[in-house]
């Protein structure tokens, strides 16, 4: 497993992989790595030759300071998990490397409409950061998949816009949510949970099956569905951010012409901010 920290470096890498006709997946992630990315990443070494995992934690997506603080670091600890899951290279640069100039100056990428709705509401220019750290990526390792997980939706159909309006000649795979065997989707996030907190969050994804069902049942109207469930919720403590159905081919409100749909969900739990969402076929 080779460690690179030098664009230009990966640069050459990567010229000299192309030249030998092996082709290239790309899990983005920022680090902190867990059973999630490595399910994605045993999907990357099944469809390509040469796996590459980077690892940046990107300023540009993060609302304020102190969360970026507070994400976990865990790089030694990342770094032993990717060398027994046999991945070929870690990109791993410093923030200097990709971000040339202040985040307030750099250049941006941006898919506008998508990355303003449902979590983009209320968390301005989010998408936008990952959406131009993630095109950066693409210019830099030029992979031939990159592969993303179905836990953060709505990213992963930003980034399979960006790859589609700016003719990048890269194939997105989705690869389904990780689940504690209680059901709570794994995240980078869970680290910070007590177990008071762990045991509560076990409600997120209780909640959202409730939901498929009753709306599977069709006995309700969905508006009503989602106000049974969102009291169910802050009965229990938690604080709603975001709860929304939306068609799952566009991501706009759901509609009596919606046949592939899917629920959101964002709750707050002591400051830890927790998402996840169900698919619904009607």
């Known amino acids: 497993m080779k460690i690179i920290k030098e664009i230009e470096k ?21 680090g902190n790595i867990h059973k999630g990315h490595l399910s994605i990443i045993k999907k990357a070494k099944e469809i390509t030759n040469v796996t590459i995992v980077s690892i940046f934690i990107n300023p540009m997506q993060f609302n304020n300071e102190k969360d970026i603080k507070n994400y976990p670091r865990t790089i030694e600890q990342d770094f032993n998990l990717l060398k027994k899951n046999n991945v070929d290279i870690i990109f791993y640069p410093k923030e200097k490397q990709i971000l040339k100039k202040t985040k307030s100056l750099h250049t941006f990428v941006e898919v506008p409409y998508l990355s303003n709705i449902l979590e983009g509401k209320k968390r301005k220019k989010h998408f936008r950061g990952v959406t131009t750290i993630i095109a950066k990526l693409f210019n830099i390792i030029q992979p031939n998949i990159a592969l993303f997980g179905e836990k953060d939706y709505q990213q992963l159909f930003i980034i399979k816009n960006l790859v589609n309006d700016m003719n990048y000649d890269i194939k997105i795979i989705s690869v389904p949510t990780i689940r504690h065997k209680n059901g709570l989707a794994i995240s980078s996030r869970n680290i910070h949970l007590t177990k008071k907190q762990f045991m509560l969050a076990l409600n997120i994804y209780k909640n ?5 069902k009753e709306i599977k049942k069709r006995q309700k109207n969905i508006k009503e569905i989602l106000l049974i469930s969102r009291k169910k919720l802050t009965n229990k403590g938690f604080v709603i951010d975001l709860l929304k159905v939306s068609d ?8 009596k012409n919606s046949k592939k749909i899917i629920v959101f969900l964002s709750v707050i739990i002591k400051n830890i901010r927790l998402i996840d969402n169900i698919k619904v076929n009607l």
């Open 10 to 30: 990966i640069k050459k890498i990567i010229k000299k992989i192309k030249m030998e006709n092996k082709s290239i997946s790309l899990v983005a992630t920022m």
């Open 248 to 255: 799952r081919t566009s991501l706009a409100p759901f509609s």
């Open 208 to 212: 959202l099956k409730y939901i498929k």
